[in-house]
């Protein structure tokens, strides 16, 4: 079982579903659609097949592991989580981390502040360095609620923030990304950054769990 | 809520009454990550021939059933095929033909 | 001609969103218009997306920022604590230097 499954199955059940029957063997009206306007724009040379099948890998590769290792690198280095702080992009790019046209911002969960992301417009989420949403995040009843019941909203993932820590919502409307910093475990001195990055999952970097030793 | 002097558009939903939030995800079928290439090919700076925010205008023009009846997406396919017919890349013609003969295509197998 | 339009605000600057609901595209949430938020940083200038979404060129560029707001002044009934905030980045011209009371 996954550690983020474990994490999870105390408070909520983190239901993981194949795609759906019919996905990838009906062609629906919309499948075809996406097969006609990937043909013609081949059959213009605006893209080959050979692009379309490469973009399909990258995305694929791509999991919260290169957000993680932002984060461990800057649980590690004072310096490192100030640069970061300052400039995500930058911090991102010095690692070897691409980031894409967009501005990568990261916010530091403290103890007097938690911060947790949203986009209630659409679905705006650091892809590069998270890979793609889940469903839950791009979801009508998340967008509507975080922004205005964040307590309760976290709750309902098993994260209770204590009163006395500020809640931040970011609700990324523009071409900023964000990246949240989950606090630092206990007793996890002395652990090596790989170690830690494994701690470091894509939902704490959302900001709707804590990360924890477990 | 919305008085209708101060109309508010169906997407821009933060602050609305909603339910609880199912922890679902799903394993991306192929064709939807064919169409989420689609877009990353598409807007990248070479080609610059959908931008992020066309693709959202034309989602958010789809109308209020659409976008709760469709997926995800189905949404960006369709935004995106607009774009391109408003842009000129492709035509309206060429496209009703090609889903057409993708379609005579797929029952010669059956 | 410049290409960018100068910013008017300040970090610590209280500003008012307008009130104002256009059809188009337009990426100043409802929950936002109408309400006092100060302004937190200067995000840069970027081309308008309300024009890009047009394919048009959106210049000049407009100054974004990120606006605070106080989550017990956006709701009525906000169940979480006083100190609670939402950020969100908005335009400048969708902004306005706040009145003092």
Known sequence: ??????????????????????????????????????????????????????????????????????????????????????????????????????????????????????????????????????????????????????RAVLAEFGTVIPDETQIRVHDSTADMRYLVTPMRPEGTENWSEAELARLITRDTMIGVALADRA | MTDPNSPRSHHDMGGLPAGAIEPTEHDYALWEKRVDALMVLLSSKDRRLVTVDELRRNIESLGPDAYDKMAYYERWICAITQTLIQRGVISVDELGRKIKAIQDREEQRD | MTDVVAPQFHVGDRVTVRAAYPIGHVRTPYYVRGKHGIIERLCGAYPNPEELAYARPGLPKQPLYRVRFLQRELWANYAGQPADVVEVEIYQHWLEAQEQA
């Open chain 1, 1 to 150: 079982m996954s550690h983020e499954h474990e994490q999870a199955t105390e408070h909520l059940h983190v239901h993981r579903y194949p795609p759906r029957p019919d996905q990838d063997d009906t062609l629906t009206y919309y499948r075809a659609m996406e097969v006609a306007v990937r043909e013609l724009l081949i059959e213009k040379g605006v893209f080959t097949a050979v692009d379309v099948r490469r973009q399909v890998e990258d995305m694929d590769g791509r999991n919260s592991g290169r957000g993680a290792q932002m984060v461990a690198r800057a649980w590690l280095d004072p310096a490192y989580k100030q640069r970061m702080l300052a400039d995500g992009s930058k911090a991102a790019e010095e690692i070897g981390l691409e980031v894409g046209p967009l501005k990568l911002v990261v916010v530091e969960n403290t103890p007097s502040v938690h911060n947790v992301i949203v986009c209630t417009l659409c679905s705006c989420y650091p892809r590069m360095l998270l890979g793609l949403p889940p469903d839950w995040y791009k979801s009508r009843n998340y967008r509507s609620r975080v922004v205005r019941e964040p």
